[in-house]
T-cell receptor, first 113, second 112 residues
Framework: KAGVTQTPRYLIKTRGQQVTLSCSPI?????VSWYQQTPGQGLQFLFE???????NKGNFPGRFSGRQFSNSRSEMNVSTLELGDSALYLC????????????FGPGTRLTVT | DQQVKQNSPSLSVQEGRISILNCDYT??????FLWYKKYPAEGPTFLIS?????DKNEDGRFTVFLNKSAKHLSLHIVPSQPGDSAVYFC???????????FGTGTSLTVIP
């Protein structure tokens, strides 16, 4: 069974631009969560989607948004990029919401210049 | 505010010896705890978990201990192997939802 895939793997953007990251969960998984990993903060929860609905949201500004499609694929969008948005963005999938085990993708490394 | 803390950014251990990674949390609503292992250029992979109704869970060379009164958990790896060299994250979750709070990670190096 294929794992969680994320595209693109690397991205360089300029301040003020917007970016869209994509995540394809493991086949059959309906819950997708997004995390931001930075050296000083570790992994911080962004949001979780289940059956195309946002179920949980972390403490991030409204510039960070996401959505999930009927095939469970998810996208994350960051508008008006700031230098501090440079991070590794990880997505994780699980079969159901509330499941304690998640499978992570390799991440998208975003650099904002 | 960091609700899950891993105060040791790095740890070096000789092959064959015990590795002990520590994690502290502040939120008493957390009732499920997990450890993840992360290699460079890969996403974290689930290692072992423990529910708050237990104080110990063992899986092969890996054992997690939970001290609820101290709000502290630890991961023991015995014996340590060079392939265990990775960054280890602890994570905690309240009893509802799929929201996890992660620590900042401890980089373990096992020296052959």
């Amino acid at each position: 069974k294929a794992g969680v895939t994320q595209t693109p793997r690397y991205l360089i953007k300029t301040r003020g631009q917007q970016v869209t990251l994509s995540c394809s969960p493991i086949s059959g998984h309906r819950s997708v969560s997004w995390y931001q990993q930075t050296p000083g903060q570790g992994l911080q929860f962004l949001f979780e989607y289940f059956s195309e609905t946002q179920r949980n949201k972390g403490n991030f500004p409204g510039r960070f948004s996401g959505r999930q499609f009927s095939n469970s694929r998810s996208e994350m969008n960051v508008s008006t990029l700031e230098l501090g948005d440079s991070a590794l963005y990880l997505c994780a999938s699980s079969l159901l919401t509330g499941e304690k085990g998640q499978y992570f993708g390799p991440g998208t490394r975003l650099t904002v210049t | 505010d960091q609700q899950v803390k891993q105060n040791s950014p790095s740890l070096s251990v000789q092959e064959g010896r015990i590795s002990i990674l520590n994690c502290d949390y502040t939120n008493s609503m957390f009732d499920y705890f997990l450890w993840y292992k992360k290699y460079p250029a890969e996403g974290p992979t689930f290692l072992i978990s423990i529910s708050s109704i237990k104080d110990k869970n063992e899986d092969g060379r890996f054992t997690v201990f939970l001290n609820k009164s101290a709000k502290h958990l630890s991961l023991h790896i015995v014996p340590s192997q060079p392939g265990d060299s990775a960054v280890y994250f602890c994570a905690a979750s309240p009893n509802t939802g799929n929201q996890f709070y992660f620590g900042t990670g401890t980089s373990l190096t096992v020296i052959p």
